[in-house]
């Protein structure tokens, strides 16, 4: 199975600064398509977890432009350019390579 | 509108069989670009996928190897809807569990269900 690490575990913000989230794979996830399956989910407080980017560094239909991600292969990086209060929530990735689809241990981002 | 609508029990006994049902809204359980999952939340697995099934001219279905020996995920026609069956649980089967529709491509789960608790107790 794809080990799926995220960091930090926990992140505090500040409304209108920038944040960075880590996710690091086991194995590469790039397809010999150029395709990075590897997604990202905002799960906020008493919801269901929502699709903000996939292949890595597509945004999602409806996901404000404030949220980009990149890397290749192994390691992963989710950028919030500027914090708003609605962003808190936990943050996973997940690798959509092969199944087991398996996710990161998520990180809380909170005010 | 495209839903998810889950429903079952929230509490069973340990030993028995855990039954959800994931009724399909704006969707066909049929449909060849998608895939019907299970995915459990709990403080101690996090996010753990647990199966799918999916229509692409026959019938598929895929499962965890942590699950395999106990899962069954089927697919109902008549009703537009999927069902997940765990034999045997115990208690650290107690968890938050999803059902979720899969986009073959691109590949993300693009609608989830609103999570029903189940707890595994006497």
């Known amino acids: 199975d794809i080990v799926m690490t995220q960091s930090p575990l926990s992140l505090p913000v500040t409304p209108g600064e920038p944040a960075s989230i880590s996710c690091r794979s086991s194995?590469?996830?790039?397809?010999?398509?150029?395709?990075?399956?590897l997604d990202w989910y905002l799960q906020k407080p008493g919801q269901s977890p929502q699709l903000l980017i996939y292949f890595g560094s597509d945004r999602a239909s409806g996901v404000p432009d404030r949220f980009s991600g990149s890397g290749s292969g192994t390691d992963f990086t989710l950028k919030i350019s500027r914090v708003e209060a609605d962003d808190v929530g936990v943050y996973y990735c997940m690798q959509s390579l092969q199944t087991p689809l398996t996710f990161g241990g998520g990180t809380k981002v909170e005010i | 509108q495209v839903q998810l609508q889950q429903s079952g029990p929230g509490l069973v006994s340990p030993s028995q069989t855990l039954s959800l049902t994931c009724a399909i809204s704006?969707?066909?359980?049929?449909?060849?670009?998608?895939?019907w999952n299970w995915i459990r939340q709990s403080p101690s697995r996090g996010l753990e996928w647990l199966g799918r099934?999916?229509?692409?001219?026959?019938?598929?279905?895929e499962y965890a190897e942590s699950v395999k020996s106990r899962i069954t995920i089927n697919p109902d026609t008549s009703t537009n809807q999927f069902s997940l069956q765990l034999n045997s649980v115990t208690p650290e089967d107690t968890a938050v569990y999803y059902c979720a529709r899969w986009r073959h491509d691109p590949r993300y789960f693009d609608l989830w269900g609103r999570g029903t608790l189940v707890t595994v107790s006497s």
């Open positions: 194995q590469s996830l790039l397809q010999s398509n150029g395709h990075n399956c």
């Open positions: 704006g969707d066909s359980v049929t449909s060849n670009s998608a895939a």
């Open positions: 099934t999916y229509f692409w001219s026959k019938w598929y279905t």
